[in-house]
């Protein structure tokens, strides 16, 4: 027997409701991977083209234009490797942020844990991700790049990023129930996002003072360099600045599922 | 105390629903933001509505119940605390058992994927798991009857299948309570009926049913129980032809349409429908009207400024939303300078020539592209049953609305 009764305040997420409604989980996020790439021409070959061709645009202006290829061996490769976490944090982040709004159909009109979408999304994106991975691997038996030790550190770094634009998204996810605005604002706030993480550029052009702020005020930066650090046997972030990510991602994911779950009870009056 | 026989307890339900006040409410954050910081302790202007108040009733398993009132009685929000979309302001709900709710026919379905996809996507929202679904895929795609087209995708199919797919796969929901809306209202009466008989095998099942409806013929078919609601609150619960008495003698149809507690409305609000009624050629109040006969519409109003070129309009629909005409002043370029304050204007039809029926009006005020107060399903009314051609034959629903003056000559 359940009883429902009106709830205030913070609540606890229900995790095992979300356990039983796996299979929901799992139909929705292969709905989302199946809608994608119906109607292109060239298919599931976008998953491998979409972050070759931005890699490849970011090769050209810094790389090429900008003469960073010459500091950065191999520069298309370290491109790839950032664009491969860029892609896994914002896709995540924006598929979260719509997912009540953009399924307001269904919460309006049934039950299941809401937080399902924004976590369907995130499982659909993991595909995209694991395709993307692959593809990674393969350009670095092409240049002949050896991944070191810190290569068993990538499944960490994964769920680190994932609990960050989680976090973000599901805050984001919340206050656009209420706000479109957040719709619009997120967009900008993506790209400049973007720009202020070590995706087309190494953090080591910094001075050590200027990347200690730079670490601190952008948790993702850690995270970013690691990403290579564990891929490409880069160099590796300071391990402060790794440890103030893990802690920004852990917080800023606990805080979004909470905001999540206080507001949740609204969401199908306010949609 | 929880029996073992019961299906669904509810103890003092009520739900609340705030409604702030469109001119002052912050639809931006930004607006947010700057009204807090203007006016840090003030609340916003609000008002308080309860679309349900102090509803208790108990449901026993195997039991099909029926639950009627008027558009805005408070069914659908009742429907939502049950099936958890929405929570309660006060009071309490036990539930003994898995809640299959059913608030519209195909939710979830999306038209790019194949039948087969769809099943499976609708199912699992619709709270069956994988293995389930793949249990009872077979006989889901029997009753819908789209074997050959599995693995189409659904927005190559008629409406007709369509609507089959999306029923079948509700119909094969295995909890043990069952909610389901006005879904029944839906498709040809061939599906209809098929639907009917669907309901009824899931009650003699042994599983608890509660069905909403308009449809007083349907509760009547269906139901052993009903209870009727009127302005969110419990009115009467019992047996069927009870409740029927109830629902016609006081929800079927006033003479008048109070708008004031209809929070269902759309529009800015500057000006708001708060009445309407229809006056007959003597200028009595009625709700039964001859075809053909002159009548008028009285619509009364309250603004809250004065307004310049105001457009009113009025919508006659079937019970199905079937528009059937639409009384625009704008369209004869009437419109109207409204001060601010209480008044009536009124809308004079020198007749309808329309097939006796149940006719529902909504009513629209506006202006150039602004809406300022919409109102579905204001009222109803009746066109008369009279021997129009005087002989004694009447065209059916199947005929069409309208009843053209006509004659046959060779």
Redesign the interface.
């Known amino acids: ?7 205030s305040g913070w609540v606890a997420v229900d995790i095992a409701e979300i356990v039983r ?1 796996r ?2 989980l ?3 996020a292969s ?1 989302d991977i ?2 994608r790439y ?2 292109t021409l060239l298919g599931i070959a976008w998953v491998v083209l979409q972050p070759l061709m931005a890699a490849g645009l970011l090769y050209f202006a810094f790389g090429l234009v900008a003469g960073m290829r010459n500091e950065q061996p191999h520069y298309f490769l370290f491109t790839f490797a950032g664009l491969l976490a860029w892609n896994l944090f914002s896709w995540t982040l924006s598929k979260a942020s719509t997912s009540m709004v953009g399924n307001a ?8 844990p809401r937080i399902i979408l924004p976590l369907s999304g995130t499982l659909s994106t993991l595909l995209d991700f694991g395709v993307s991975l692959v593809l990674m691997l393969a350009l670095l038996a092409f240049y002949g790049v050896h991944p070191g030790m810190a290569l068993w550190l990538l499944p960490i770094l994964v769920v680190l990023v994932l609990l960050m634009a989680l976090g973000a998204g599901l805050v984001a996810a919340s ?1 656009t129930v209420r ?4 719709q619009y604002i997120l967009p900008m706030v993506i790209p400049f996002l973007l720009w202020a993480s070590p995706v087309a550029y190494d953090v080591s052009r910094l001075t050590v003072e200027h990347q200690r702020w730079f670490f601190l005020l952008n948790p993702l930066a850690g995270l970013m360099v690691a990403f290579r650090w564990s891929i490409l046997n880069a160099p590796p972030p300071p391990w402060w600045a790794l440890a103030w990510s893990a802690i920004a991602s852990v917080g800023l994911f606990v805080f979004g599922a909470a905001t999540f779950s206080r507001t949740e ?2 969401f ?2 306010a949609l | 105390m ?1 029996s073992s026989d019961l299906a669904v307890s509810v103890r003092g339900v009520g739900k609340r ?1 705030v409604i702030r006040h469109d001119r002052f409410a ?5 607006e ?1 933001v700057a009204q807090r910081i203007r006016n840090p302790f003030s609340r916003q202007e609000r008002e308080e509505f309860w679309a349900l108040k102090d509803v208790s009733f108990d449901v026993q398993r195997g039991e099909v119940l029926g639950l009627v009132g008027r558009n805005g009685a408070g069914k659908s929000t009742l429907l ?2 049950l ?15 898995r ?1 299959g ?1 059913l ?2 026919v195909g ?2 379905f ?1 038209h ?2 194949t039948g087969r ?1 769809n099943i ?2 609708n199912g ?7 293995a389930e679904i793949r249990r009872q895929f077979d006989a889901i795609v029997a009753f819908a009857g789209v074997e050959r087209f599995l693995d189409t995708p659904v927005k190559h199919y008629s409406s007709g299948m369509f609507v089959r797919l999306a029923f079948a796969v509700a119909a094969h929901l295995r909890s043990e309570i069952l909610i389901v809306d006005e879904v029944l209202a839906v498709g040809d009466q061939e599906f209809q009926r098929k639907c009917l008989g669907r309901m009824r095998e899931v009650a003699t099942d042994g599983r608890t049913v509660l069905l909403v409806s308009h449809n007083m013929a349907a509760v009547t078919s269906l139901c052993s129980r009903a209870l009727v609601l009127r302005a969110g609150q419990l009115t009467f619960i019992g047996d069927v032809s009870g409740a029927a008495a109830e629902y016609a003698s006081r929800d079927a149809k006033p003479l008048v349409g109070d708008l004031r507690n209809r929070f269902d409305r759309r529009g800015s609000g500057e000006i708001r429908c708060i009445s309407l009624a229809v006056r007959n050629r003597s200028g009595e109040l009625t709700h039964v009207v001859r075809p053909a006969e002159p009548f008028e519409i009285v619509v009364e109003y309250e603004a809250k400024t004065a307004l310049r070129d105001v457009g009113f309009s009025i919508d006659v629909e079937l019970l199905d939303g079937t528009r059937v005409s639409t009384l625009f002043s704008a369209f004869r370029n009437e419109t109207f300078s409204i001060e601010e304050g209480h008044g009536t204007l009124s809308c004079q039809i020198s007749g309808l020539p329309l097939r006796p029926d149940s006719y529902s009006l909504n009513v629209f005020i506006g202006a150039h592209s602004a809406v300022y107060d919409f109102v579905d399903r204001a009222l109803t009314f009746d066109i008369e049953s009279v021997d129009i051609f005087g002989t004694g034959r009447l065209p059916d629903a199947a005929h069409g609305p309208l009843i053209a003056n006509f004659r046959w000559t060779a």
């Open positions: 027997m359940i009883t429902l009764r009106p709830t409604f299979d929901l799992y139909e929705l709905r199946r809608l119906k109607q159909y269904l919460v309006s009109k049934v039950y299941f206050l706000y479109r605005d957040v009870r609204g199908a009056d | 929880p629903y912050p639809t931006t954050l930004a947010a939502k605390i099936s958890r979309i929405t929570e309660m302001t006060e009071g309490e709900v036990d539930l003994h058992g809640v709710s608030l519209e939710t979830g999306n790019e994927l996809e499976f996507l699992t929202i619709l709270g069956m798991t994988r």
